[in-house]
């Protein structure tokens, strides 16, 4: 393929493409055999994937600068024109669904084809279409403005994912400063961010009323493609992170602030490991990539064929600049066959994360369309997805050297113990997205008033009094999942637990470990979340009592590794 930067962008026609899809639509529904409804599916991918792959490249280069006048009008199109195109798709699955040989699929495919399919349908209907409109513009102001922020600090100007590394200064002075220039953003744009969430909160539950659902929650977990589990066992595998895991994360935390010579911890001290400074990453960004591309042609000769792909063709985009989106993602581009890597680096390990894990994601959409598989095929559920990306920061490990050198083992570290305190966090923010869309009358006050309770039922150990923005309960405001992406973030925590299992698997058998997680990444989407961890030998986490053993295997080690 060409690099990216020659890859041309042309706006689809729309009109055609919809015209098309109803005439696919009818052709789905009159198929007299499986085998002409399974030739219309092949002809409806092709058709979706180029949707797909157009509407995708104008999202990267819009990321990559949401200044670009051109890309931000197209952006704003296809938050128009996407669910008018989705709203069509969805006909061709009912079509498909109510054809009588659409047992052919199942039996190509297998039966998950046809349940994807099912939940879908489920999760849309024309009659919503201006709320999803609606709701794609309400998302963009929020990146927008997000991505709009400039702070002044220490005599520069700012974008805020630069503020990273003075967050965990070895100076107090200078980490308290850096979270109060962020707080001072939020704190002035505190109208407009409650505005946004408060108008995204009622139209979701529009959207949800108007398919005979209570709120927005259930509706969230088909579109979130959650099959064989739900509400209940979400709610279940968070009380086993409340029980099991925050007690053992409170006596890390309570550690790492000893290491750091801190008697009385703050929030602004949580980003700091050790007392003389976190492991940072050494080398130009150049530098950081060129060590990614050895780590990766060395791992195995499937990451070595898929790094050289990456970037050979330019399909990463990590510096930080004014105007760019913040945070980091992978998508795909599946008429090129190709994932992009988007990123903001900032002289942190989280510059390596980047590298192991949206690499992880991208290492598996790369395989994934080289198996030919369609489209609804292509990747599992995201908290399957999540698994490729989180797993892959572990089974790296015999070459964090190259980015840390003498600082390994202190990466290592903090790496593990970042792993397991991230889950009460990400179990607060899904129980706060759930109280939200339950009690649409919480004004934005009540709203910080719960996240402040779920501090202290998730992570009792943060001290934020004082601290602008945190301190009022608003920081999930920073957390642009909670507004982009509702209930995604429950996802990050089942693929954690998934991703310290193949650590502790790779601490026993780094060979083995690699095996089966090749094997987990080379099954796609043709497998639900339980089926994907069963196929690799690990425990499904919504069996109670199952969370515990990992817990304490990763505890441990840590134990074991102190410096």
């Known amino acids: 393929m060409k690099p990216f930067s020659q890859i041309e962008y042309t706006r689809p026609d729309l009109e055609g493409m919809l ?23 092949a002809e ?43 709203d069509k798709s969805l006909a061709f ?8 040989h659409k047992q052919a699929l199942a039996d190509r495919w297998g039966q998950i084809y046809l349940d994807k399919l099912d939940v879908s349908v489920r999760s849309a209907i024309p009659e919503i279409l201006p709320l999803i409109q609606q709701e794609n513009a309400l998302t963009s102001q929020y990146q927008k403005l997000y991505a709009s922020a400039m702070v002044e600090f220490e005599g520069q100007t700012l974008p805020l994912p630069k503020l990273g590394p003075y967050k ?4 107090r002075a200078v980490r308290k400063a850096a979270y109060e220039a962020e707080g001072k953003f939020f704190d002035e744009h505190q109208a407009e961010f409650d505005e946004l969430y408060t108008k995204l909160i009622e139209n979701r539950n529009a959207q949800a009323r108007a398919m005979g659902y209570e709120n927005y929650v259930p509706l969230s977990y088909l579109r979130m493609q959650r099959l064989g589990y739900g509400r209940k066992e979400v709610e279940a595998y ?18 790492q602030a000893g290491r750091c010579g801190l008697a009385d911890p703050k929030l602004y001290d949580s980003a700091l490991y050790f007392a003389d400074g976190n492991p940072d990453p050494t080398g130009t960004p150049e530098e950081i990539l060129a060590a990614g591309r050895q780590m990766y042609r060395e ?6 064929e898929f790094i050289d792909f990456m970037m050979d063709n330019e399909l990463l985009d990590v510096l930080s600049r004014p105007g760019k989106a913040p945070g980091g993602y992978c998508t795909a581009l599946p008429d090129l066959k190709a994932p992009f890597i988007f990123s903001n680096f900032n002289g942190t390990s989280g510059d390596v994360d980047v590298l192991t894990h949206e690499a992880g994601h991208a290492f598996q959409a790369y395989r994934a369309f080289q198996q030919k598989l369609p489209g609804e095929l292509d990747s599992p559920g995201m908290e399957s997805c999540e ?80 601290m602008p923005f945190y301190g009022r309960g608003a920081g999930w405001q920073r957390q642009l999942h909670i507004y982009l992406y509702p209930f995604y973030y429950i996802d990050y925590c089942l693929a954690q637990t998934v991703a310290l299992q193949f650590f502790a698997a790779f601490l026993k058998d780094p060979k083995d470990a690699w095996r089966r997680y090749l094997a987990l990444v080379d099954k796609a989407g043709t497998r639900t979340y339980a089926g994907l961890v069963e196929s690799a030998g690990l425990a499904v986490p919504f069996t109670d009592g199952s969370l515990a053993p990992v817990a304490k295997a990763v505890s441990d080690w840590i134990d074991a590794h102190q410096l």
């Open 19 to 41: 015209a098309r899809l109803d005439e696919l639509t009818a052709r789905a529904a009159a198929a007299a055999s499986g085998e002409e409804l399974l030739a219309v599916c």
């Open 44 to 86: 409806y991918d092709k058709l979706n994937q180029q949707f797909v792959t157009d509407s995708s490249l104008c999202y990267v280069r819009y990321s990559i600068n949401t200044q670009d006048e051109f890309y931000a009008k197209e952006n704003d199109y296809y938050d128009e024109n996407s669910p008018r195109f989705n």
């Open 93 to 100: 699955s009912r079509a498909v669904l109510a054809n009588p």
């Open 168 to 171: 965990q200064s070895t100076d």
């Open 238 to 255: 968070r009380e086993q992170v409340v029980r099991d895991v925050v007690p053992l994360v409170s006596r890390i935390k309570a550690r």
């Open 299 to 304: 791992l195995s000769p499937e990451t070595a």
């Open 387 to 466: 698994i490729h990306s989180m797993s892959m920061e572990f089974l790296t490990t015999p070459w964090h050297h190259l980015f840390f050198g003498e600082q390994t083992a202190k990466y290592a570290l903090s790496h593990a113990e970042d792993a397991l305190c991230f889950l009460p966090y990400g179990c607060m923010v899904d129980e706060f997205q759930h109280i939200a869309y339950s009690h649409p009358e919480l004004t934005p006050e009540q709203r910080n008033a719960e996240w402040l309770k779920l501090e202290k039922k998730y992570r009792p150990w943060n001290d934020m009094e004082g």
